[in-house]
């Protein structure tokens, strides 16, 4: 049986990087808590971390096995929460990660409902277009475009979607409307860094063959909401998720330029950390989420 006072550690070893640090914020001793982690590292039969004179570094095995313990914690704190209230209630924090332009200019209108519903419950945004990691961040759920491959997060689709090249009316009158998919070379198209990568090579199915193109421009953002902004404001092409942008084609703000094509899939999907027990809330606001979208 593992000691819960030993995982503690080890989770605190993990966040400050030191094993003396660690143990005062517990009330052990330098020495006590160096046994407690070289016992913890006996009773699960793997090396957790790495030791120097100078540094200390989680292996392999302890970054797989850290995130269990983050949940059997959070789990445990959830539990000991509920018995003090004498019942669950749909009340607490929920932290909810999302892309940039996802989540202002469309999620945030869809919770506004969930919020009067639950008065009680506070949902924490975080916003951001990187991959957001549910194990490092106090993170409850996370949407995405595309689910991950990390065996350690249950998700599913909440809805189809793909993305789109569009640009403004005020481009187009200016540079005309690109005659073809190749053409786009040859124009001023803004490109979006994902995950620190430059997202530049596009395509699109037309006729039955997958049509792809390196492109290049002016301008580049890691964050969606202001490509977007770009767009809208004239500077050039843009290759955008349609959740982001729907509610601009329907108001003739920006143009799908290859309506009859097919563009890349781009599902929306919601994963969490694996875990068998979860709090009423994350489990009103994921039905909610499935219902509206």
Not at 155 to 179: F, I, Q, T, W
Not at 181 to 206: D, K, M, S
Not at 241 to 261: E, H, I, M, N, T
Request: charged share 25%; net charge neutral; aromatic share 8%.
């Amino acid at each position: 049986m593992l000691q819960l006072t030993d995982v503690q550690l080890f989770i605190r070893v993990a966040e400050l990087g030191n094993i003396s640090a660690a143990g005062r914020t517990l009330g052990l001793s330098a020495a006590a808590a160096s046994a407690a982690l070289k016992r913890l590292e006996q009773r699960v039969d793997s090396q957790l971390f790495e030791r120097s004179t100078r540094s200390l570094r989680l292996t392999q095995a302890g970054e797989d096995f850290l995130g269990y313990c983050i949940q059997a914690g959070q789990a445990l704190d959830e539990g000991l929460a509920a018995l003090k209230r004498g019942r669950e209630q749909l009340s607490g924090d929920i932290h909810l990660g999302a892309p940039s332009d996802l989540g202002r200019d469309r999620l945030d209108t869809l919770l506004e409902p969930f919020r009067q519903r639950h008065p009680q419950v506070r949902l924490v945004m975080h916003l951001s277009d990187g991959l957001i990691d549910l194990y490092r961040n106090p993170i409850d759920l996370v949407l995405r475009y595309g689910l991950s491959e990390d065996s350690n997060l249950v998700g599913h689709e909440l809805c189809d979607n793909r993305r789109v090249l569009v640009a403004s009316p005020a481009y187009l009158r200016s540079h005309g409307h690109p005659e073809s998919f190749e053409a786009l070379v040859a124009r001023n198209c803004i490109c979006f860094y994902r995950n620190g990568e430059l997202f530049n090579r596009w395509r699109l199915f037309h006729g039955g063959a997958q049509r792809e193109i390196t492109v290049s421009g002016d301008r580049a953002a890691d964050d969606g909401a202001l490509v977007r902004r770009w767009a809208l404001d004239g500077r050039g092409i843009a290759y955008k998720s349609r959740l982001d942008v729907q509610d601009d084609l329907d108001a003739g703000r920006l143009v799908d330029l290859f309506p009859d094509a097919n563009y890349d899939a781009s599902p929306l999907y919601v994963a969490y950390p694996s875990r068998r027990y979860q709090p009423a809330r994350i489990k009103a606001l994921l039905a909610y989420l499935d219902e509206v979208f």
